[in-house]
């Protein structure tokens, strides 16, 4: 053990402290953000099963692996599974929500251009996990 | 002396023997075993997702479920049969000696420790279950095909225990029985790392023990608590389960922050920068350790508050890795560096170690891990620390070791070799992980679709996988061939640095 004085040292972890402190309150703000559902948002029901999506909207018209939304629109995604856990995810809109049995789990975006994004499940489920895909189909508004 | 190899002992007499050195062989020899084995499966997954499967290409392995098992039982084989059982066997060479004691506190518990080991491994290689290294519900109730799942159940259970019953003796050892001279705060950081680990381990693992035997009556039927159609909740298992294996990440890296701390300053030809900053970073980790386990499971629907405190639970444990870090650095700064092999991989693992944890930072911030929970990204980060920092800390004090167990020095330049072929090969394949995972590529499947980037990108963590595959071929040669055939050793300075070693030098063995 030396007597030798440690200051580069606080300095180093004070600085490492404060980045930190920086980390956590831009994500805790951001985060703050992104969790409020806009009022109005149309609700889709997802169905998580092994393995395929089941997309249910508010007419009470229901899809398979292929989800239909449009550009500008709010919505609003309440997900279930009806067996194993798995999670909903549009990576290209940084949508993730696990499909826990059980539970309802909400998440929200709106599309912001018209395209087509992939679906897949992000939570090991079993013999097809590697192939539970969908398609995002984001459409002109109807009216 | 205990020269294994240079004074030839029938087996018997090792795997009879209660001696701590015995056992650290025993240890070291099997999960050096497991080591190769865990990474022939880690290269079959490689070769697999070189290319989609389009029309009959790119098939290495037939089915999905032979894959699904081969990457479960990899990872259930490298982290329970490599990184502890190789832990085990640095502390039980080197903590009696640390401690100035004669053994471990109990030997006889100690050999018992040890070989509920092979029988665990046996079930977990047998079955080769397929529900991942954490066998969550409801997939593991209701989906996944016994006997296998059970037996990964039994295997694991029996492995808690032995880990357990480790570390009661290391707290022991160290606690009681180091020489009444020495105070703690002169106990080599080495042995520090055994010490706060084998604490975590004590309050950590009954945990999981509990879940396991729940888990267990649930797939019999007699229980539910994890099986929503009858009335559980598979997210309790998630608890259960992260809230020892979170703090379990701890237990296998500080073994190996421990080795460096034992290789960096005996090959800086200086004494440790700040002891006291050592011991202070390995304490304030084990606290931290319990403070943060829900951060992989913030895509379970958990409440905007929770998550926070999580995401604030993670973040604190960055400054105390950092202060190893740093600590590192400082010793090594203005020493006279001897680059042998053993330095190498130490120093190639604290900067991996760096790489991981800024990694890490991204996934604790809570809107950024929804882009990469459960994607490449989160394999790529986590290898990042059992592969680059735990296996490199490893390796490295294999070759420290080396010359004290065979007596003979292994090749200097095919350890310089394996080291550069697994530096570069582990950037190329877990760095390009991480951007996989920002392509959105989920972890665990068995096919992709032919997405350019994503077939790039894998064609690269392939060829990295190869190139770590052909250095751990050069090792394995290495140490057999050198163990017998290798140049004598100078067992008092193997590495010619001046100083004094911690072999167990001294250390008589009852049975001679
Ligand atoms: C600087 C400190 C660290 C931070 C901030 C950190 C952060 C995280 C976070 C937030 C996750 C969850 C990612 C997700 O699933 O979305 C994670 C996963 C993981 N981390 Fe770390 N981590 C750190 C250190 C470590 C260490 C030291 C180890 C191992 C020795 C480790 C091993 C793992 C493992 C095994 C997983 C993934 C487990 C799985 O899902 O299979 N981490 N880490
Ligand atoms: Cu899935
Ligand atoms: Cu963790």
Redesign the interface.
């Given at each position: 053990?030396?007597g030798h004085s440690?200051w580069?040292?606080w300095i180093?972890?004070a600085v490492?402290?404060a980045l930190?402190a920086w980390?956590?309150a831009?994500?805790?703000n951001?985060?703050?953000i992104?969790?409020h559902i806009p009022e109005g948002a149309e609700v889709i029901k997802v169905t998580g099963q092994?393995w395929f999506w089941t997309f249910e909207y508010e007419d009470g018209t229901k899809t398979i692996g292929d989800l239909y939304v449009e550009v500008g629109k709010a919505y609003k995604f309440e997900i279930r599974s009806k067996?194993?856990?798995h999670?909903f995810?549009i990576?290209?809109y940084?949508?993730?929500?696990?499909a826990?049995?059980?539970?309802v789990?909400t998440v929200w975006f709106a599309p912001d251009a018209v395209g087509e994004h992939?679906i897949?499940?992000?939570?090991?489920?079993?013999?097809?996990?590697?192939?539970m895909?969908g398609t995002l189909h984001v459409e002109e508004p109807s009216t | 002396m205990v020269l294994e190899l240079a004074k030839p002992r029938p087996i018997w007499q090792i795997m009879f023997s209660t001696h701590h050195t015995d056992i650290g062989l025993l240890y070291l020899i099997t999960s050096l075993a497991f080591l190769f084995l865990g990474g022939s499966l880690a290269l079959a997954i490689r070769i697999e997702l070189f290319l989609p499967n389009v029309e009959g290409a790119g098939q290495l392995i037939a089915d999905s479920m032979t894959f699904n098992r081969i990457f479960t039982v990899h990872g259930t084989t490298l982290i329970f049969l490599f990184i502890i059982p190789f832990a085990s066997a640095v502390g039980n060479y080197f903590v009696p000696i640390m401690v100035r004691y004669k053994d471990m506190a109990y030997p006889k518990l100690n050999a018992i420790a040890f070989w509920m080991i092979p029988p665990a491994a046996a079930l977990v290689w047998l079955g080769f279950a397929d529900f991942t290294w954490y066998a969550q519900p409801p997939y593991s109730i209701i989906s996944a095909p016994g006997p296998a799942a059970d037996m990964w159940i039994f295997g694991l259970k029996i492995l808690g225990v032995s880990s357990v019953l480790g570390a009661i003796n290391f707290v022991i050892t160290i606690l009681k029985c180091k020489h009444p001279d020495m105070s703690i705060g002169q106990v080599p950081l080495l042995a520090w790392s055994f010490l706060v680990t084998s604490v975590i381990i004590i309050v950590a693992i009954p945990t999981f023990a509990a879940a396991l035997l729940m888990l267990l009556t649930d797939r019999l039927g007699v229980s539910g608590f994890f099986n929503p159609a009858m009335g559980g909740d598979p997210i309790a298992y998630s608890h259960l389960f992260w809230f020892t294996f979170h703090p379990e990440v701890y237990v296998l890296v500080l073994p190996a922050i421990g080795m460096m701390y034992e290789i960096i300053p005996r090959f800086s030809r200086k004494p440790i920068y700040s002891y006291n900053s050592g011991v202070f970073a390995f304490v304030m980790l084990a606290l931290v350790a319990f403070s943060s386990w829900g951060h992989h499971m913030f895509a379970t629907g958990m409440s905007f508050t929770e998550k926070t405190v999580f995401m604030v639970g993670t973040l604190a444990a960055v400054p105390a890795s950092a202060m190893h870090v740093f600590n590192f650095i400082a010793t090594m700064w203005n020493g006279r560096i001897k680059f042998a092999t053993p330095m190498m991989w130490a120093v190639g693992g604290i900067a991996l170690f760096f790489a991981a944890g800024a990694g890490g930072v991204v996934n604790s911030a809570m809107p950024l891990d929804f882009s990469t929970h459960d994607s490449y990204w989160v394999v790529g980060h986590f290898h990042l620390f059992v592969m680059g920092t735990i296996a490199f800390a490893s390796i490295g004090f294999v070759y420290y070791m080396f010359p004290y167990v065979t007596g003979r020095m292994y090749n200097e330049t095919a350890g310089k070799i394996h080291f550069f072929l697994s530096f570069v090969g582990t950037i190329l394949v877990f760095f390009t992980q991480h951007v996989l995972g920002l392509y959105g590529m989920p972890r665990r499947i068995y096919d992709y679709p032919p997405i350019p980037e994503w077939i790039a990108m894998n064609q690269i963590a392939s060829v990295g996988a190869m190139i770590i595959g052909v250095s751990m071929a050069i090792f394995l040669v290495n140490i057999i061939y050198s163990s017998s055939k290798g140049k004598l050793a100078d067992i008092h300075d193997p590495f010619g640095l001046g100083g004094k070693y911690y072999y167990p030098f001294e250390a008589k063995n009852p049975h001679h």
């Open positions: 053990m030396s440690n580069p040292e180093y972890v490492v402290i930190m980390v956590g831009e994500a805790w951001a985060e703050r992104i969790e092994q067996d194993v856990i999670s995810n990576h290209d940084v949508v993730l929500m696990d826990v049995p059980g539970r789990n992939d897949q499940c992000r939570e090991y489920c079993g013999l097809i996990h590697y192939n895909r | -």
